[in-house]
């Protein structure tokens, strides 16, 4: 394997990292388990030695310890609660993750490899701004041969449902602006209230790729973590992991008896290679913070509920349709009394009897926006909006403070 595809670099790059990284050590002292550091740094030292081609026996009893010590971590890990756990817990875990992975490579389980890279990501923490792990599962990913022949691409898919506003007491829709200059973009940001952008992002490289066909030819055998239920508000809502080309033929390519969603994910921190498809708006060079950059994908039919955000919203619909319902951040739109749903309304304004048990809500105004490719929406901050895909949609988010 080594020698078929550019990966030492990587490996050697992870491998090193790992080998010399002093946080590692002193968590093993701080949290008292030498027995495990022991298997760590035995299995540590011969997965090195398999990358340097100095030992090619004991692969398959250094795959049993790294499953012996990830069932360990995984144990605490889950022990009380997650923010209390000590986060180098879930730094070992990403660790014998990717020596696992390099393990699997080397007998040619690309398929397991990048399941165990995908885990790492999901579960684990990084140490630093190491992008290995990444790296060795798009490497890895190059490798396995996707069977497409079966996949029938639909001729609907980006069709647009049109589904009916529901009532609303009183409407405005969204204006819309031709590729503004960054001064016509701040006069526009000064009036507080949305605006649609056309023709910023239509040089993306995302606008021609992106599709449930390339997403499955290129990125099918990663692992991403998927909503399953029609709302996060809902009793029943639930997550699982999906490889992506199980997801999209599941939920995507075919009518399944679950809605299913990749809602609110920083993508491009787990599959990399997507992050070289968009390019940062010069818009954003406004805020002196860190961009938070979501991913949402899913079929035709996914809600957000009414909520608002703790941030501004440069939204960017690049695949689908998508409806939003704004309404002002000054609007009391009754939020949820518990402190995890303090940001998402009560009202629930597709009902028609939304009115009954919520009288003020004909006193308020709803701002509409229908997002298609290409189209750029500015939520205000704290500006409540609830969002309906109208089609299969993949959209960006990217969030700033101002």
Not at 111 to 125: E, F
Not at 386 to 398: A, E, I, Y
Request: charged share 20%; aromatic share 12%; with cysteine.
């Amino acid at each position: 394997m080594f020698e078929s595809v550019p990966t030492n670099e990587v490996l050697n790059t992870g491998l090193k990292f790992y080998s010399t990284c002093k946080a590692i050590q002193e968590g093993f002292c701080r949290c008292y388990c030498k027995k495990s550091g022991d298997i760590y740094h035995d299995i540590l030292a011969g997965t090195n030695q398999v990358v340097a081609h100095l030992e090619e026996k004991g692969i398959r009893d250094r795959i049993f310890k790294c499953d012996i010590l990830l069932d360990s971590i995984w144990e605490t890990i889950n022990v009380g609660h997650w923010k209390d756990v000590d986060i180098f817990w879930r730094q070992l875990y990403r660790s014998v993750c990717f020596i696992k992975s390099v393990n699997l490579a080397h007998c040619g389980k690309y398929s397991d490899a990048i399941l165990s890279c995908d885990m790492g990501l999901i579960m684990g923490a990084p140490l630093g701004d190491e992008l290995f792990v990444q790296e060795l599962a798009d490497i890895l990913c190059q490798l396995v041969n996707n069977d497409l022949q079966e996949i029938e691409m639909k001729n609907d898919l980006v069709k647009k449902t049109e589904v009916p506003l529901p009532h609303l007491p009183s409407l405005v829709n969204v204006s819309s602006v031709d590729a503004p200059t960054l001064e016509k973009f701040l006069d526009l940001l000064k009036s507080g209230t949305p605006f649609i952008m056309k023709n910023v992002i239509n040089h993306w490289p995302a606008m021609k790729k992106w599709s449930p066909l390339y997403l499955i030819r290129y990125f099918g055998e990663r692992t991403i973590p998927i909503e399953i239920g029609s709302s996060y508000t809902s009793d029943v809502w639930s997550q699982k992991l999906l490889k992506l080309k199980d997801f999209i033929s599941s939920h995507i390519l075919s009518q399944a008896d679950e809605v299913a969603y990749l809602a609110q994910y920083e993508l491009f921190n787990h599959i990399t290679k997507l992050k070289d498809d968009i390019i940062p708006l010069d818009y954003l060079a406004i805020s002196d913070n860190e961009i938070v950059t979501n991913c949402w994908f899913g079929p035709a039919g996914t809600v957000s509920p009414l909520h608002h955000d703790h941030y501004e919203n440069l939204f960017c619909q690049v695949y689908g349709y998508k409806r939003f319902i704004m309404f002002s951040r000054h609007d009391n739109m009754h939020p949820h009394q518990h402190h995890l749903l303090e940001n998402t309304s009560q009202m629930d304004i597709e009902s028609p009897d939304v009115s009954d048990k919520f009288p003020d809500y004909k006193d308020k105004t709803a701002w509409v926006a229908d997002l298609g490719p290409g189209d750029v929406l500015y939520v205000p901050l704290h500006w409540w909006h609830h969002v309906r895909s109208l089609s299969v949609s993949f959209s960006v988010s990217m969030w700033w403070k101002n």
